[in-house]
């Protein structure tokens, strides 16, 4: 089965400093979704990424995945308190029956001090 | 996208009761998902909601635990049977818009608390 390793677990930042968050993947992906939760809520949808060497940018978050279709990095630019929360990077199943399930990475807990 | 709402918001329930969750979304849509996100944990996947037929169930999920409904392609019903502590999660409602690669929405999430 697919697993996606997050790092970091957690991120202390100040506002205004840039960071990158890495998921890695222990298969090939077929399609790569990052998401933002706030603590206790809903899942908010960032970008999906399907393509090796894909990069997208939605305000002050670019997205990217690798070559080889292993590995995604989500970087933001200038932090700021409200971009705080888990970010979950989620990977659909090979092609077949299962690619419509995702499979999720543990999170990493982002903190932007004021 | 795909506007989806929730209810309860927020539950806390007595061991041995049942919870039913909704989940209503403003656009008809393909496929629907019922995922749990225990505490500390990440999304695990539970079942895939099937319109007019039985859920297709995860492993290590039931039918008799986790009875699922969806009657049209808008709503889903997730019920968490003769609950225990163990059950405390947050419940997602999930929905995509086909079966491929296409983007995936979540509900604001049912945060259940069993005591």
């Known amino acids: 089965s697919q697993e996606l390793e997050q790092s970091p677990q957690s991120l202390i930042v100040q506002e205004g400093k840039n960071l990158t968050i890495n998921c890695t993947s222990s298969?090939?992906?077929?399609?790569l979704y990052w998401y933002k939760q706030k603590y206790g809520e809903g899942l908010i949808f960032l970008m999906m990424?399907?393509?090796?060497?894909e990069e997208k940018s939605h305000e002050k978050i670019t997205a990217k995945l690798d070559e080889k279709k292993q590995q995604s990095s989500l970087h933001i630019t200038a932090s700021q308190p409200s971009h705080a929360g888990i970010y979950l990077c989620g990977a659909k199943g090979d092609s077949g029956g299962s690619n419509y399930k995702l499979t999720f990475g543990k999170g990493t807990l982002l903190t932007v001090n004021p | 996208s795909a506007v989806i709402s929730q209810k309860p918001s927020r539950d806390i329930c007595q061991r041995g009761t049942s919870l039913t969750i909704q989940c209503q979304v403003d656009?008809?849509?393909?496929?629907m998902f019922w995922y749990r996100q225990q505490p500390g944990q990440s999304l695990t996947l539970i079942a895939t909601?099937?319109?007019?037929?039985?859920?297709?169930?995860e492993s290590g999920f039931v039918i008799d635990k986790f009875p699922i409904s969806r009657p049209n392609l808008t709503f889903s019903t997730l019920t968490v049977s003769n609950m225990s502590p163990e059950d405390s999660s947050i419940y997602l409602c999930s929905v995509t818009h086909g079966a491929g690669n296409t983007e995936a929405f979540f509900g604001q999430g049912t945060r259940l608390t069993v005591v």
């Open positions: 990424l399907q393509k090796g060497g």
């Open positions: 298969k090939t992906l077929y399609g």
């Open positions: 909601a099937n319109q007019g037929s039985e859920a297709t169930y």
């Open positions: 656009s008809q849509v393909t496929m």
